[in-house]
């Protein structure tokens, strides 16, 4: 239901800064020519123009239809799969890179899909992953928290979802706190792991460089 003015609003909600967040993610990992990347949720497709636009491959992945079918209307031409963050349809090994934009708190089963990502990129892979935060210190956390809880739904209600912007701000209590984050993310095989809080810690930008390929979540397509 969102999927039509999903871009407009990002850039409204997050002052322009999105964007930014996306291309500082993608220069800490240093993607460009000969890198095949896979975005894990790509919604409409802003990971996937950023990649092609550093002379990257990029793949699509989402589970909602009409995001893939947003992504067509804006033009973009990366190919685009409708597919399960759990089972990714990519033989084990087989890309350079992983991307996920603001979706890592929308997986029920966090860890799993973790494993999965560890399981498709090649051993010297990167990921790069972007999700909200909320600033620790208490009155900037009492300002992010009267922008992104209140006035955030109410925008969203009113140009585009009532109930998906509601879900927004709440759906930050399913994102694992850094510590625990980081240990998913070194138990699934991820080494040289990386977080830059941005925006006084309103957002949150991962990196890390797969390990050598271990048993965890191995299997061959």
């Not at 239901?1 to 871009?7: H, N, T």
């Not at 992504?71 to 759990?86: C, S």
């Not at 990167?126 to 620790?136: F, N, S, T």
């Not at 701000?169 to 240990?183: F, G």
Request: net charge positive; aromatic share 8%; glycine share 10%.
């Amino acid at each position: 239901r969102i999927a039509p003015r999903y871009d407009a609003l990002n850039r409204i909600m997050s002052l322009g800064l999105d964007q930014r967040w996306r291309r500082r993610a993608l220069e800490k990992i240093a993607v460009g020519p000969g890198d095949l990347v896979v975005d894990l949720a790509c919604g409409t497709g802003d990971f996937c123009e950023l990649v092609e636009g550093r002379g990257a491959r990029a793949v699509g992945v989402d589970f909602a239809r009409e995001m893939l079918r947003q992504a067509k209307t804006r033009g973009l031409r990366f190919p685009k799969v409708q597919g399960d963050g759990e089972w990714l349809p990519f033989s084990t090994g087989s890309v350079d890179v992983v991307t996920c934009g603001f979706a890592l708190r929308n997986f029920v089963s966090l860890e799993r899909v973790l494993r999965e990502i560890a399981r498709i990129v090649r051993p010297g892979g990167r990921i790069a992953l972007v999700d909200v935060d909320r600033p620790e210190w208490p009155p900037l956390r009492a300002a992010h928290s009267l922008y992104f809880d209140r006035v955030v739904p109410m925008v969203g209600g009113l140009l585009s979802d009532r109930g998906a912007y509601r879900y927004l701000p709440k759906s930050t209590a399913y994102l694992p706190p850094p510590a625990a984050l980081r240990t998913m993310l070194s138990g699934s095989g991820f080494l040289e792991l990386e977080r830059e809080v941005v925006l006084f810690g309103s957002a949150q930008i991962l990196t890390g460089v797969r390990g050598p390929l271990t048993p965890v979540g191995s299997r061959s397509r």
